[in-house]
């Protein structure tokens, strides 16, 4: 019994050693370098060929990786140059000049011109003033002179009283209403909150927060707002600047009121330009602030809509008399 398992043993080794040495006489070596390294010969000779490492082609996504990733210079890569743009350009370029700004610089210097002609001409008076001799001068013409001059003077004083108005430098007369402690108090109160709102809109979100703003400042801005009827409340500064003529702030700021009565938009003079400036936290003077947008002071909106009501009556009885 065992010799036939010897036997079956040793003809199946046969047969396997038969069959690896025709599959190796039949096999094709592959062509691969890295292979060919590993199964030379031994009559062949090692060479310093052997140890060059061959990178390997890199894919379109590699490539495009290796972009990204290397620094943006132009000087080294034609692809990155950076190409200026036709024509001439500034280095500091000029700020655009609106209409309503051009006009209020003409209107200051036509304002300074007059002003120092004026005090160009009381030099003059002076000068010839003490060329004449007091002596020659009668007693009689002098007292007579003197007289007239008191007279004058009263009538001024005369004059002043009869045309009291409530209007004045820091309250201008195309304001229409009081300015009261509580309307100023309300005006403050709202304007703060607004813009403590807008302020953790814009720290959230930016790009939500200035397509949805609570308020917007200046008079541009206030009319862009207007034209789309988006302004809910319009508060304008009691001491704007004098600027009559075509296109000045005087006009401006009658379209402005007469855009409001024609939306129906409650409009209001509360607060002084600095005021303004102040409750916003803001360096420059503003002059007019729209708000667009009330949500979460309702309560002190509706106060403040009264309280300009009242302002409005009281106003109309000062002016009457």
């Given at each position: 019994?065992?010799?036939?398992?010897?036997?079956?043993?040793?003809?199946?080794?046969?047969?396997?050693?038969?069959?690896?040495?025709?599959?190796?006489e039949t096999k094709i070596t592959p062509r691969s370098s890295k292979y060919?390294?590993?199964?030379?010969?031994?009559?062949?000779?090692?060479?310093?060929?052997?140890?060059?490492?061959?990178?390997?082609?890199?894919?379109?996504?590699?490539?495009?990786?290796?972009?990204?990733?290397?620094?943006?210079?132009?000087?080294?890569?034609?692809?990155?140059?950076?190409?200026?743009?036709?024509?001439?350009?500034?280095?500091?370029?000029?700020?655009?000049?609106?209409?309503?700004?051009?006009?209020?610089?003409?209107?200051?210097?036509?304002?300074?011109?007059?002003?120092?002609?004026?005090?160009?001409?009381?030099?003059?008076?002076?000068?010839?003033?003490?060329?004449?001799?007091?002596?020659?001068?009668?007693?009689?013409?002098?007292?007579?002179?003197?007289?007239?001059?008191?007279?004058?003077?009263?009538?001024?004083?005369s004059q002043s009283k009869t045309v009291h108005s409530i209007h004045s430098?820091?309250?201008?007369?195309?304001?229409?209403?009081?300015?009261?402690?509580?309307?100023?108090?309300?005006?403050?109160?709202?304007?703060?909150?607004?813009?403590?709102?807008?302020?953790?809109?814009?720290?959230?979100?930016?790009?939500?927060?200035?397509?949805?703003?609570?308020?917007?400042?200046?008079?541009?801005?206030?009319?862009?707002?207007?034209?789309?009827?988006?302004?809910?409340?319009?508060?304008?500064?009691?001491?704007?600047?004098?600027?009559?003529?075509?296109?000045?702030?005087?006009?401006?700021?009658?379209?402005?009121?007469?855009?409001?009565?024609?939306?129906?938009?409650?409009?209001?003079?509360?607060?002084?330009?600095?005021?303004?400036?102040?409750?916003?936290?803001?360096?420059?003077?503003?002059?007019?602030?729209?708000?667009?947008?009330?949500?979460?002071?309702?309560?002190?909106?509706?106060?403040?809509?009264?309280?300009?009501?009242?302002?409005?009556?009281?106003?109309?009885?000062?002016?009457?008399?």
């Amino acid at each position: 019994m065992s010799e036939n398992i010897n036997v079956k043993y040793h003809s199946t080794d046969r047969k396997i050693r038969t069959k690896n040495v025709q599959d190796t006489e039949t096999k094709i070596t592959p062509r691969s370098s890295k292979y060919k390294k590993q199964h030379r010969k031994p009559d062949q000779q090692a060479s310093l060929m052997d140890f060059v490492i061959k990178p390997r082609p890199k894919t379109q996504r590699q490539t495009k990786a290796n972009k990204l990733q290397k620094a943006h210079l132009t000087i080294t890569r034609s692809s990155y140059i950076v190409y200026k743009p036709k024509g001439k350009t500034r280095v500091d370029p000029k700020k655009k000049i609106t209409r309503l700004k051009r006009s209020v610089r003409v209107y200051r210097t036509s304002k300074k011109a007059e002003r120092e002609a004026a005090e160009q001409e009381l030099k003059v008076v002076p000068e010839i003033a003490v060329d004449i001799d007091p002596k020659a001068i009668p007693v009689e013409q002098q007292v007579q002179n003197l007289s007239l001059s008191e007279t004058t003077t009263h009538k001024d004083d005369s004059q002043s009283k009869t045309v009291h108005s409530i209007h004045s430098r820091r309250f201008r007369s195309y304001c229409d209403n009081c300015t009261r402690p509580r309307l100023k108090e309300l005006t403050i109160q709202l304007l703060k909150d607004l813009d403590r709102f807008q302020k953790r809109a814009f720290a959230k979100n930016e790009i939500k927060a200035r397509a949805h703003p609570r308020l917007v400042l200046g008079v541009r801005e206030a009319l862009a707002r207007l034209r789309i009827n988006k302004v809910k409340l319009l508060f304008l500064a009691t001491d704007c600047e004098i600027c009559p003529g075509e296109s000045g702030l005087d006009e401006t700021i009658e379209g402005l009121k007469f855009q409001c009565q024609q939306q129906q938009v409650p409009y209001c003079f509360s607060l002084l330009r600095r005021e303004l400036s102040y409750a916003l936290q803001k360096r420059a003077q503003i002059c007019c602030v729209a708000i667009l947008d009330f949500d979460g002071a309702n309560a002190i909106y509706a106060d403040l809509l009264n309280e300009i009501e009242d302002a409005r009556a009281e106003y109309k009885r000062r002016t009457a008399t």
